[in-house]
């Protein structure tokens, strides 16, 4: 069976000898030849070049057994087609070319319709990608969740403690209503035209889902994620990754996604038995023992790789992305025990 057809029979929950690997972030500064790439062009030059972001993503499989390529890009690139530019901060972070904090530049954002036309690199990166790729491995798109989006949009960038975001969620429902509205059909003409070029899946990062408080997870977030998967092909596998959202596992497996994926802090094996047979797990080694030795990430692996034996629906990945001081014997370490396990 080739790589992309082990990925989604993971995705559809089916038996398998050995679960589907790649790893969040597979693509990126690990890697000595993304890092010499990146000297030559600017992040967002690769990620505006289709030539320059095919051979990015391409990167790591030349150089790994993974079973599924991503897409080069970020969930920003979603604010800049809407209007509200991003850069990256000389001290560390993502800067946003403003705040979005009147009612009068949510309307100043532009419309869906303009999305596929702004994002037309994507679909282009996308198609080469699927010629190079020639269904041997799987290859998934990506978005940030509106809520994600809208923290980045409100705050004007990373943030510590959110207290904008927070701020209009509680203060100014209406405006926060229309912002992710916004931002929602966005990502539904963005994921739309990504399937349309080719995307086996689409994962849509939920990285901030844990800030909020847990009785409000349903209103800041999940709800517009379920109106994202509602508006895709009926069992196109849709993978949810959300970081600190332990309790809400339920939930967001009957949001209609196929593939919940699961930060490091959570259990695999437990959420693995907590929900319906129908719905994939993804995860969840902690990212920092990349960062150890061989052995460990050995031993760490195949612990992990033994608590889900027997269970049906698991692609393997870390809890959240590889970090830049991962080490390039350690992801080998991995990929050889993931493969190599039976
Ligand atoms: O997984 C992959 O290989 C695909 C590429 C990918 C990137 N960003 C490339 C990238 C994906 C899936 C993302 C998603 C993304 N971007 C998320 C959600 C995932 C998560 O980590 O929770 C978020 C929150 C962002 C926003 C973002 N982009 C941040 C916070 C940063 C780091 C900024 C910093 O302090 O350096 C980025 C930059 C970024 N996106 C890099 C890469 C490879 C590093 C850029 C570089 O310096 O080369």
Redesign the pocket.
């Known amino acids: 069976m080739t790589s992309r057809e082990r990925f989604l029979a993971a995705c559809a929950a089916e038996a398998l000898d050995r679960p589907p690997l790649w790893v969040?972030?597979?693509?990126?500064?690990y890697l000595p030849e993304y890092r010499a790439l990146?000297a030559k062009s600017s992040?967002l030059e690769m990620v505006r070049t289709p030539a320059l972001a095919t051979e990015v993503t391409l990167q790591p499989l030349r150089r790994y057994a993974l079973d599924a390529a991503?897409?080069?890009?970020?969930?920003?690139v979603i604010p800049e087609a809407l209007g509200q530019g991003y850069h990256?901060r000389d001290a560390?972070?993502?800067g946003m070319e403003f705040r979005m904090e009147s009612r009068a530049q949510v309307d100043a954002l532009a419309p869906a319709d303009a999305v596929p036309e702004r994002l037309h690199y994507v679909a282009e990166t996308l198609g080469m990608l699927k010629r190079e790729l020639a269904g041997s491995r799987a290859l998934l798109g990506?978005g940030?969740s509106p809520w994600?989006l809208a923290t980045y949009m409100v705050e004007g960038g990373?943030s510590d403690e959110f207290e904008r975001i927070k701020q209009l969620f509680y203060t100014e429902r209406g405006m926060f209503d229309i912002l992710l509205e916004k931002i929602t059909s966005a990502l539904i003409a963005y994921f739309k035209l990504q399937i349309a070029a080719g995307a086996d899946a689409i994962q849509i990062?939920d990285?901030w889902g844990g800030i909020i408080a847990g009785q409000d997870y349903e209103t800041a977030s999940l709800r517009w994620i379920r109106q994202i998967v509602a508006a895709l092909p009926p069992e196109f596998p849709v993978i949810l990754y959300a970081?600190g959202t332990a309790p809400h596992v339920l939930d967001q497996a009957f949001t209609g996604i196929r593939v919940l994926s699961v930060d490091w802090t959570n259990d695999l094996a437990m959420v693995r038995r907590t929900l319906p047979a129908n719905v994939a797990v993804q995860g969840n080694l902690d990212p920092v023992l990349l960062n150890t030795t061989p052995e460990i990430v050995r031993h760490e692996t195949t612990r992990l790789l033994e608590a889900m034996r027997g269970t049906r629906g698991h692609i393997f990945n870390l809890g959240?992305?590889i970090m830049p001081h991962a080490r390039l014997e350690c992801m080998q370490a991995l990929v050889d025990t993931v493969t190599n396990w039976r």
């Open positions: 969040m972030r597979q693509a990126g500064r990146k992040f991503i897409l080069f890009s970020d969930i920003l990256f560390g972070g993502i990506f940030g994600t990373s990062f990285s970081k959240h992305g």
